[in-house]
Structure formats: C-alpha cells, structure tokens
C-alpha cells in the first residue's frame, strides 16, 4: 500500500478519534473566545501548504482582531494583543484544536512541518530549497518536538528535511507521542 495512502488513512482514523471527544472542549474555547474578547472565535489565518499553495488555518483567536497579520515573534510586545484567554490557549495547545478540520480536508496531516505563515518569505525559501515544500504541513512535527518556538529557521528547517528523508508511519507515532507530552508540559511555547 503507497505510504501516502496509508498516512492519509492514519490521519482521517485519529481525527475521528480525537474530535468525538475534543467536541465539548472546543464548544466551551469557542464560548470563552467569544465571552473574554471581541470578534469571532475562531481565526482564519493564510498558511503555506503543500507545494507552496496558500490555504485558510483555523485557530482558536489568542490575539485581539487588531493584532497585525505577522508571526507573533515578530510583534513588538506579543503579550500586549493576547486576549484575556489568549496565553492560557496557546501554552495548553487548545488553540490548535480547529486544524483537526484541516487535517479532514487534506490541507494538513498529523505530523509535517508546521505550515509557515503567508509572509514568511525566509523560512518558505529554505523549505523550498530543500524540499519540503513537498510534504503536506503538520499538527506537529520533528521541529514541534525538538524546539517549537525556541528554534532559529535554519535549525528548524534542517528537522523539517530529517523528517522528508526519515519519514514513516513509526516515526509519525513517535512524534504524536512526544508531542503530547511536551503538550502536557508547555515546553517550549514563548507566546
């Protein structure tokens, strides 16, 4: 059976999975978002894909509806455009729960890298150079694990092409677990 195939198989499974009980969790995110701060609960953010082809993310809003469109390392201040909720979502991930829907659709899988922002010219330049722009973006993937947000783009481009050429469905396991645990851990989350 194509790898391919099988990783989408293992994708869609684990979404069932995991929405069925997720399900009140982000009615109650989605109600705090919309109870704590102004706007949508969710935010719609443009995100590189595979092959370099834009598509719509879906996250739970951490941000004021002002914040401008940058990744958020880049903000002077990051703290001062968090919502009231907005550190809490991200440090325990709760914010990343809409993606689940772009992994159905196809736009994301479990483990890739995670897809750059639109404007994030130098970090898409050296994924394309390397190829990783091949790969469909991921939940979480090998730099999620060994870094998250510490990481300088270089090093967190070099995880990206380890994980083009070491690639499996075991190692996908691998990183789904580790995740988890850092998950539980709120390591390396700076905003």
Do not use: C
Not at 75 to 94: E, Q, Y
Not at 155 to 177: E, G, H, P, T
């Amino acid at each position: 059976m194509n790898g391919l195939y099988l990783k989408r198989i293992f994708d869609i499974s684990l979404v069932i999975l995991t929405l069925i009980p997720l399900m009140p969790i982000m009615f109650i995110v989605a109600l705090a978002v919309r109870l704590t701060s102004k706007g949508p609960a969710l935010y719609w953010s443009d995100r590189v894909g595979v092959n370099n082809i834009i598509f719509k993310m879906p996250k739970f809003r951490t941000m004021r509806t002002d914040t401008p469109a940058v990744a958020t390392h880049l903000l002077n201040d990051p703290s001062r455009w968090l919502t009231p909720i907005g550190a809490f979502l991200r440090k325990s991930s709760l914010d990343e729960i809409p993606q689940l829907f772009s992994i159905l659709k196809g736009d994301m899988s479990f483990v890739g890298p995670r897809p750059a922002l639109f404007n994030q010219d130098d970090l898409v330049a050296l994924r394309t150079e390397y190829g990783v722009d091949q790969l469909v973006p991921g939940l979480t993937g090998w730099a999620q694990i060994n870094g998250r947000d510490d990481l300088p783009i270089p090093v967190k481009v070099n995880y990206d092409r380890w994980y083009l050429q070491n690639r499996s469905l075991l190692i996908d396991v691998k990183i789904i677990i580790l995740t988890f645990l850092k998950v539980i851990r709120s390591e390396g989350v700076q905003h």
